[in-house]
């Protein structure tokens, strides 16, 4: 089996990627090749499977197509830009969230004119596809209206692949992916990203900035969970999909004052005081369009699993990132 990952340089593209090497298989079938495809050159993981590294625009005309001309059988599509960066910058947002998109699905499509190639393509959605009016609880088959241009690009992206899966041009799954929480590393122009940074930054004695009211609800994923959806879309029988392609995917409800009071469980109250709340109308306003809940009814009975407390969450950040130590201390899940 060949594997493209698109958008390989990103948080989930490399801990999927970790996840394929060390098991060499997926699926029951061999992994003979991984190649890692972003914007800026992915990290050359090492290992036995060769990682062809490929750093590359995909919104750029021929791009895609290079990247499909050896026909891998599994494409993973990660590459988006955020939340927060496609409302400031309109022009790039759909040009790199839409347009990429389309350039890939084109690629796949000409590639199999000259003799038969339907790829397995997952594609990373977004919960944002959902705006209000919004229920308490948004069943698998509410309708789309997004309130931004991000969600407004990855519901587009969504009835494309359903549409070139429906053709036989393409074998796609799209998973919307919940809020992942607690990202690694440094904070990036997502405006969700104050929910991971109010943990992150606590757990290793830095101030962290609360934007919002501690009574904002919403719903999340661990990167561990994201890595699993991931690698059951790749697998999974899509013939159980019908034509709808695209599913929401387990996650947990939590207010930011249930996150706050699982920190402190799990950390301390020192923790809990690094959290200064600085109100951002900005990111307040766009936080509040989005959805709070999913019963993930359809993809819970397909087999996809999610976490099962912020608590776990927490822990999973530690376990993975923090070597399962808090200020010098080893903690266990």
Partial sequence: ????????????????????????????????????????????PGGAIPCPLVAADLSVEGVAAA???????????????????AEADFEKGYRINLDGTRQLLEAIRLAGQSAPYCPRLVF?????????????????????????????????????????????FVDGIGIRLPTIAV?????????????????????????AVLPVPDTVRHWFASPRAAVGFLLHAATLDTAKLGHQRNLSMPGLAVTVGEQIAALERVAGPQAVALIRLIPDP?????????????????????????????EEIIQIHIADELGGRIGGQHTSM
């Fill in 124 to 168: 990373t959605s977004s919960i944002a596809v959902f705006g209000e009016p919004l229920p308490a609880l948004i069943g698998d088959h509410h309708e789309h209206t997004p309130l931004t241009s991000y969600g407004t690009q990855k519901a587009i992206c969504e009835l494309l692949l359903a549409d070139y899966s429906r053709r036989g």
């Fill in 67 to 85: 990247l499909v001309a050896d026909r891998p059988d599994l494409i993973f599509h990660l590459a988006a830009i955020v939340s927060g960066e």
């Fill in 282 to 310: 900005v990111i307040a306003g766009i936080v509040a369009g989005w959805p709070k809940a999913f019963a993930a009814t359809r993809a819970r009975a397909l087999g996809f699993k999610g976490d099962t407390s912020f």
């Fill in 1 to 44: 089996m060949k594997i493209l990952v698109i958008g390989a340089a990103g948080m989930v593209g490399r801990k999927l990627v970790t996840a394929l090497l060390s098991a060499g298989t997926l699926g029951g079938r061999a992994i003979s090749a991984i190649t890692l495809a972003d914007v800026v050159a992915p990290v050359a």
């Fill in 183 to 207: 990202r690694p590393g440094k904070p990036n122009k997502a405006a969700s990203g104050f929910f991971s940074g109010i943990i992150r930054e606590p757990l290793v004695g830095l101030e």
